[in-house]
C-alpha cells in the first residue's frame, strides 16, 4: 500500500478555502460559461442574464483563489479559466453530479 504524502495545516485549510469558492452557484455558472471560451464582463453577463457589477465582484473573488486568469486588449479584459486544473476539478465535478 502507497504511504499517503503529509500535507501540512496551511495547505488543507487553503484546500478548504478553495473549496468555499466552489461553493457559490454564481461563481460555478461562470467557470462553465469559461470552461471552453475566454469572454469579457459583458459577454458574462449577457449569458448569465445578470448584471455587469454582479459579475465583476465574484471575477474578483475568482481572481484572488488564481481559478481565472484575464488579458487585457485595448479597453477590454477578457476572463479564462487559469488552466487545465480548474477545468479538470470542474468536469469531474459535473460527472460526479451526473452519475446514476
Same mark, same amino acid.
Not at 41 to 62: E, F, P, R, Y
Not at 85 to 94: N, T
Given at each position: 500500500?502507497?504511504?499517503?504524502?503529509?500535507?501540512?495545516?496551511?495547505?488543507?485549510?487553503?484546500?478548504?478555502? !478553495?473549496? %468555499?469558492?466552489?461553493? *457559490?452557484?454564481?461563481? &460555478?455558472?461562470?467557470?462553465? $460559461?469559461?470552461?471552453?471560451?475566454?469572454?469579457?464582463?459583458?459577454?458574462?453577463?449577457?449569458?448569465?442574464?445578470?448584471?455587469?457589477?454582479?459579475?465583476?465582484?465574484?471575477?474578483?473573488?475568482?481572481?484572488?483563489?488564481? !481559478?481565472? %486568469?484575464?488579458?487585457? *486588449?485595448?479597453?477590454? &479584459?477578457?476572463?479564462?479559466? $487559469?488552466?487545465?486544473?480548474?477545468?479538470?476539478?470542474?468536469?469531474?465535478?459535473?460527472?460526479?453530479?451526473?452519475?446514476?
Amino acid at each position: 500500500m502507497k504511504s499517503k504524502k503529509v500535507i501540512s495545516e496551511e495547505s488543507l485549510i487553503d484546500l478548504a478555502e !478553495l473549496f %468555499k469558492v466552489f461553493g *457559490d452557484s454564481t461563481r &460555478i455558472r461562470i467557470l462553465y $460559461a469559461l470552461f471552453d471560451e475566454e469572454l469579457c464582463v459583458g459577454d458574462i453577463a449577457v449569458k448569465l442574464n445578470m448584471t455587469q457589477s454582479a459579475i465583476s465582484h465574484q471575477l474578483k473573488i475568482l481572481k484572488q483563489s488564481r !481559478l481565472i %486568469k484575464n488579458r487585457r *486588449d485595448g479597453k477590454t &479584459i477578457f476572463y479564462s479559466l $487559469a488552466d487545465d486544473h480548474v477545468r479538470s476539478i470542474i468536469g469531474q465535478g459535473l460527472e460526479h453530479v451526473e452519475e446514476e
